[in-house]
Each structure stands twice: as C-alpha cells, then as structure tokens.
C-alpha cells in the first residue's frame, strides 16, 4: 500500500461546479497537510497549508482534514476553466520529509 | 514574494554528458530540495539540504550529486547523464521544513 494515495483522474467538470479531491494516507503520524495546483509544465504552487484536523478557507478553496479517517480534501467552488490543472496532495510529520500524493488531474469546461 | 528560481526550462543533452542543474531562492531558507517528478511516480525526492555544505540523500539518489557552497544555491549533478534521467526536476526550498515552495522546474531531455 503506498503512503498516500491519490485518484489520478482525469476529472472533468463543468464551470461552476464544485469540485472536490481527495487524498487518503495511511501514517497516522502525518500532521501537515498541503495542497498544491500544478499546471502543465510549471512547477507545483502552494494553494493550502493546514496543520492537524479542521478546516481551512481562503477564497473559492476549502481544505479539509479527518484525521480520524486518515482523509484529507480540497473542495473548490465555482470551478473555473483556470483551474484546470493537476492537484497534488503532501503531507508530513514533525521532523520528516513531505510525502506526496501522485496528483489529480482536473479539466473544467467552459 | 518567495522566489525559487530555476536556471534552465528546458535541457537537452547526450548520454554520458556531466549536467548541472541549478537552483536558487531568494528567502534565507535553511532547507532545499531536489524532486524529479514522472508521469505515473510523482515526486521523488533526489537529494536534500538542511544547511550549507549539508547534504542528505533522498530516495532515488543514485547516479545524482548535489552541492550546496552558499545558503542561496542549491546545484544538482548528473555525473554521466542517461536515457532513464530524461525527466522533470523541480528545486524546492522551505524555512525550517515548513511549506515547500517550488521553481518552475527543468525538463531534462537525455537523448
């Protein structure tokens, strides 16, 4: 089993949507979690950092973290053709390096 | 703004060339990373940093080395480069192994 696993997808929604991604780990260590969007070609760009359980907000992207289910989830709302991109979950434990998920691919259709 | 910068986008070169990949960031971070990221694999980690003239290796690290003389400047080295090289790498670096914040990256052509 690997250490985080990630639905590669693609996705495909129509604009508007909300659009949710998901990330299971199975190291019940793990108490840094971020989200990443990449588009094609360019490097990952940080979109959401949350530290232990709960959720997190900032603007269209909500982050969420079960710890308990050892789950994490990016949700965006009002999807935009600009969205389109692979999203990449990471997450790590004190004194650890990042794990990362192996990405989403997501397609928002005008 | 953070800033990692990568100094080529694209490379191309022939097996058995020596390749220097260079990265540098602009935010006195203590700790930088090479990752090479395949379709299908992810992100793997190569090598890592935590201070100057400090290296750690990550989980792919053979045929790679790396140096780090300055806080800023973070190199990677293929010794003698292959066809199984040809990849994207990305350069990352983090205060305190806090986020990680990403170069554009170098897609490496080994032909």
């Known amino acids: 089993q690997k250490e985080v696993e990630q639905d590669p997808g693609p996705l495909s929604v129509p604009e508007g949507a909300i659009v949710s991604l998901n990330c299971t780990y199975s190291n019940s260590a793990f108490q840094y979690f971020m989200w990443y969007r990449q588009y094609s070609r360019k490097g990952p760009e940080l979109l959401m950092y949350?530290?232990?359980?709960g959720n997190k907000e900032d603007g269209r992207f909500t982050a969420q973290v079960d710890k308990s289910s050892k789950y994490i989830s990016l949700f965006i709302r009002d999807s935009q053709p600009s969205d389109s991109a692979t999203y990449l979950c990471?997450?790590?434990?004190?004194?650890?390096?990042?794990?990362f998920g192996p990405g989403t691919r997501l397609s928002v259709l005008p | 703004d953070v800033k990692v910068t990568q100094s080529s986008r694209y490379l191309v070169k022939r097996t058995g060339e020596k390749v220097f990949l260079e990265c540098v960031q602009d935010?006195?971070?203590?700790?930088m990373f090479w990752y090479r990221q395949d379709p299908g694999l992810g992100l793997r980690l190569i090598y890592f940093?935590?201070?100057?003239?400090?290296?750690e290796k990550g989980d792919i690290p053979e045929g790679y080395s790396v140096s780090r003389e300055k806080k800023e400047r973070f190199s990677l080295i293929l010794e003698s480069a292959s066809t199984n090289q040809t990849s994207m790498y990305l350069c990352?670096?983090?205060?305190?192994?806090?986020?990680?914040?990403f170069g554009s990256g170098t897609q490496l052509s080994v032909l």
């Open positions: 940093s935590y201070d100057v003239k400090m290296k």
């Open positions: 935010m006195d971070h203590e700790n």
């Open positions: 990352a670096s983090s205060p305190a192994n806090e986020k990680l914040f």
């Open positions: 990471a997450m790590r434990f004190y004194g650890q390096n990042f794990v």
């Open positions: 949350t530290y232990s359980s």
